[in-house]
């Protein structure tokens, strides 16, 4: 179990305790999480929980729930905690059901508000479902806390009921999947965009950041400089980057006509993903360095001593011993990526910054939440997936190293 | 304990801070109004016109609602990052390093843009976003330090008949103090980045001509803003490194 648990220069994350005590501990201290969570549970149950409106932009009035709602909400708000009391293998349970609950009433609610409405009036989720379902992730989180090994997967058994929910279209009243509907195919359109600029940015600064850091770091004062340019360029703020980036390219094009006809210019997919790349450059670079140069000096000596040639030495000693440090740096690239492409819908590059950018110009709050929801969800999703690559290709190249 | 793990944080030092006068002095001087369109107008990238709210205006606006969020984010992240690594609590602790690392995933502008259906459009949202966003690298931070303090120093503080209140107060905040400092420094550089962002959502400040030379492809314009917003972070993380050194 003595496996070197990847530290990026970002994240100092748990390294998951695995001693009895611990756990233990761990499993004392649920009942806190729990409270925590039945606290905006109980909130959320009270407030309203629908905003009805006319149309997309009308101001509403605010629903609250029927007695008979409010009674189940309180109930499952406090389900958990008893349930961790009395039956604590089934806290998980008690946990989901909170979560399917909220979506549920939501559905119920929404669809309920728009009976007898015109076609274009909206009902949108209000303060009191943010805040219950808030609540009803933290239970989740408590739950899954007391649950150990594969038993972990059944904390996330309220995710295929809920899509279930979705599927069955019993959310089809709620404003934001409204929208969706009117969007549709364009909606699809924009995530494939956003994956696919993200894709190609990680893609080409991966190609260029490899061997400019294997390069680099087997020199000493270009390694030194790497890293303090890419320190200082850290601090810079993101946009201003995007901006400084898109400058060089608009320069280019105002004095080469040539260029602007082959399509390169300050605007579109080709600055945005010129600056994207250059940006998810700079953590892989300077990842990579890091983690060649933090190689134990013993390793390679002990490798040359075997009679490992030089090329040997990097492929069998130096990458095995390196690769984690480094995917930690092309996984954070990566949800950077996400997270700048939602922004270059402003160059006018599409993705699902585009929909942001309309919400906000037109104060319409359900096509913030379209654009605004899946962005975050794909970057949580991005990371998980890399972090789960990173641990794979570690077990598997920690027993050749 | 103070004074010794201070001094070590000092002696630790070797070179002279050059930046502390360098980039304020930088960014004073493209204060001056006219100098930036002047050293910007040989690149021949777009006209720049008189700015309506002056430059220095935008960015005491951006310097505003940054050292506001920093105010509210040590007034709450502080006390959190102490509760949480308290005995007892190791729950507690996960979930909230579990959400510091939902907030360092999930895209700046998305939260800014999340805070806007609750708030409304202007500045009020974009505190918001800084807060939420400048939490992370304190409390990481703070519960890192925290947990990091020798329990040796702990069994002696106890063994002396330290409360527990004279035990943090005493040892835990003295000796996590280092790393905790280094989270607010990161916390306030980057939300001078975030609040850049925040000029998408009517804030004002210094993303304001970014986002405007953006949308109307004025290269110019960009880059006023972006060079600005780039020496005051840049003038921030020299001030700030004067108390926090790099960890």
């Given at each position: ?89 089934l806290t998980w349970l008690a946990a989901g059901l909170a979560v399917v609950a909220v979506f549920w009433v939501v559905g119920l609610q929404t669809r309920c508000a728009l009976v007898g409405q015109a076609e274009f009036a ?75 600029l993200v894709g190609t940015a990680l893609g080409l600064s991966t190609l260029i950041g490899v061997p400019l850091a294997v390069w680099a770091a087997g020199r000493e004062r270009v390694a030194v400089a790497v890293l303090g ?6 601090t810079l703020p993101s946009l201003a980057l995007l901006g400084l980036l898109i400058a060089p390219l608009s320069a280019l094009s105002n004095a080469f006509p040539a260029l602007r006809a082959a399509g390169i210019s300050g ?135 | ?247």
């Amino acid at each position: 179990m003595s496996k070197p648990t990847p530290t990026g220069a970002g994240g100092n994350r748990p390294s998951a305790p695995l001693l009895s005590v611990t756990k233990n501990a761990v499993r004392g201290d649920v009942p806190q999480v729990l409270v925590l969570a039945a606290l905006p549970l109980l909130a959320g149950a009270a407030l309203p929980w629908v905003l009805l409106r006319p149309n997309r932009l009308a101001p509403g009035e605010y629903l609250r729930l029927p007695p008979a709602l409010l009674a189940l909400m309180l109930v499952l708000a406090l389900l958990p905690l008893l349930a961790a009391r009395f039956l604590p293998r089934l806290t998980w349970l008690a946990a989901g059901l909170a979560v399917v609950a909220v979506f549920w009433v939501v559905g119920l609610q929404t669809r309920c508000a728009l009976v007898g409405q015109a076609e274009f009036a909206r009902a949108s989720a209000a303060a009191g479902v943010w805040l219950s379902g808030l609540g009803a992730l933290i239970a989740v989180y408590g739950a899954g806390l007391l649950l150990v090994g594969r038993q972990k997967l059944l904390a996330w058994a309220w995710v295929p009921a809920v899509l279930a929910l979705v599927w069955a279209g019993h959310l089809s009243g709620w404003s934001v999947l409204v929208e969706a509907r009117n969007e549709g195919p364009r909606w699809v359109q924009e995530l494939a965009q956003h994956l696919r600029l993200v894709g190609t940015a990680l893609g080409l600064s991966t190609l260029i950041g490899v061997p400019l850091a294997v390069w680099a770091a087997g020199r000493e004062r270009v390694a030194v400089a790497v890293l303090g340019l890419a320190n200082a360029i850290q601090t810079l703020p993101s946009l201003a980057l995007l901006g400084l980036l898109i400058a060089p390219l608009s320069a280019l094009s105002n004095a080469f006509p040539a260029l602007r006809a082959a399509g390169i210019s300050g605007i579109g997919v080709a600055p945005a993903l010129t600056a994207m790349t250059l940006y998810a450059l700079l953590p892989i670079l300077r990842n990579g360095v890091v983690a060649l140069r933090g190689v134990p000096a013993g390793a390679v000596d002990a490798a040359r001593g075997m009679g490992m040639t030089g090329r040997q030495i990097f492929w069998r000693v130096q990458v095995p011993l390196a690769l984690p440090v480094w995917l930690t740096g092309i996984r954070q690239a990566a949800v950077l990526l996400v997270g700048v492409a939602s922004v270059a819908a402003l160059i006018g590059a599409g993705g699902l910054g585009t929909y942001i950018f309309k919400g906000l110009q037109s104060a319409a709050a359900d096509l913030i939440l379209l654009g605004a929801v899946p962005a975050a969800l794909l970057a949580i999703g991005v990371d998980a997936a890399l972090r789960g690559l990173e641990v794979w290709l570690g077990r598997r190249f920690g027993r050749v190293g | 304990m103070t004074s010794s793990s201070l001094t070590a944080a000092r002696t630790g030092r070797r070179r002279w801070p050059w930046g502390v006068l360098l980039w304020p002095s930088l960014l004073l001087l493209c204060l001056i109004p006219g100098v930036l369109p002047r050293l910007l107008a040989p690149l021949n990238l777009g006209e720049l016109t008189a700015f309506d709210p002056p430059l220095w205006r935008l960015t005491l606006t951006h310097l505003g609602l940054v050292a506001l969020a920093t105010g509210v984010v040590l007034g709450l992240g502080v006390p959190l990052a102490v509760a949480v690594t308290r005995p007892g609590r190791v729950a507690l602790r996960q979930l909230a390093e579990t959400l510091v690392g939902l907030g360092q995933t999930v895209p700046t502008f998305a939260i800014l843009a999340l805070a806007v259906p609750a708030l409304g459009f202007g500045w009020k949202p974009t505190l918001l976003g800084l807060i939420v966003y400048g939490l992370v690298p304190v409390v990481s931070n703070g519960i890192a330090g925290l947990q990091s303090v020798d329990t040796s120093a702990l069994d002696a503080a106890r063994g002396m008949g330290m409360t527990g209140r004279q035990r943090l107060l005493r040892v835990e905040l003295p000796l996590a103090l280092p790393v905790l400092l280094a989270g607010v420094r990161t916390s306030t550089v980057y939300n001078v980045g975030t609040a850049t962002v925040g000029a998408a959502l009517g804030a004002g400040g210094l993303g304001e001509p970014i986002i405007n030379g953006l949308s109307q492809q004025n290269t110019a314009l960009v880059l006023v803003g972006a060079v600005l917003s780039a020496l005051l972070a840049l003038s921030l993380d020299a001030v700030l490194g004067l108390f926090a050194p790099r960890t």
